[in-house]
Every structure is written in C-alpha cells, then in structure tokens.
Nanobody
Framework: QLQLVESGGGLVQPGGSLRLSCAAS????????IGWFRQAPGKEREAVSCISNSDGRTTWADSRKGRFTISRDSAKNTVYLRMNGLQPEATGLYYC????????????????WGQGTQVTVSS
C-alpha cells in the first residue's frame, strides 16, 4: 500500500523554525517528485516547494524562497521541509504529495497525498 505520512508540525512563535517530514511506504520516493502544499483555513491548497525525482532540483513558491529548504534522505525514504523565520501567514495544514513526473505547482497533478500536519505560528 502506497502511503505518505507527514509529521513535525506544531505551534511555534513568529520567527521560529520547524522541520516537517514526509515519510513514504510502499514505494521509493526517489522515483517521484515530492511537493509540499499548504492549506490555510478557508483557502485553496497552494504549493510551497517541490523536489524533483531526477536530479533533486528544487522549486519554490516565490514568497517562501530563501527561508524554506526542501531535501531528501533516500536511505530513510523521507523528504523534509525546513522552515525558518516563520510568520503567522504560514499557519495552515501542510501536506506532502507525490507525482511520477516533474514537479508541478498544481495540486491536481499529484497522485498520492499524506494526511497533513498542522503548523500554527502565533505568539
């Protein structure tokens, strides 16, 4: 059974950091592009970052570039999203998703999804 499981969310103060994890089972992550998406309350799910399957190249949503880092540990079959300098507007449910193809900003291109992990940035 193909499954993605996110973890690492929580409550953090403005300016703080979190590292989210996306662990895969039932398939090998390196064969898929893995994207991270965020869904704020009452809003559409939007792309945050993606790491490609072929060369590990990363893509970013413009507003987050420089503060967020996506990486992959093939031995652990896990993708990480390190988020620094978090602000309240980063609050939301964070999902990872997999597509057997190139990175995409469009959520409908992704085949497999995790259940999400909540990130709340508040003082």
């Amino acid at each position: 059974q193909l499954q993605l499981v996110e973890s690492g969310g929580g409550l953090v103060q403005p300016g703080g950091s979190l590292r989210l994890s996306c662990a895969a089972s039932g398939f090998t992550l390196i064969n898929y592009a893995i994207g991270w998406f965020r869904q704020a309350p009452g809003k559409e799910r939007e792309a945050v970052s993606c790491i490609s399957n072929s060369d590990g190249r990363t893509t970013w949503a413009d507003s987050r570039k420089g503060r967020f880092t996506i990486s992959r540990d093939s031995a652990k079959n896990t993708v990480y999203l390190r988020m620094n300098g978090l602000q309240p507007e980063a609050t939301g449910l964070y999902y990872c998703a997999a597509v057997r193809g190139p990175c995409s900003y469009y959520k409908d291109d992704y085949t497999y999804w995790g259940q999400g992990t909540q990130v709340t940035v508040s003082s």
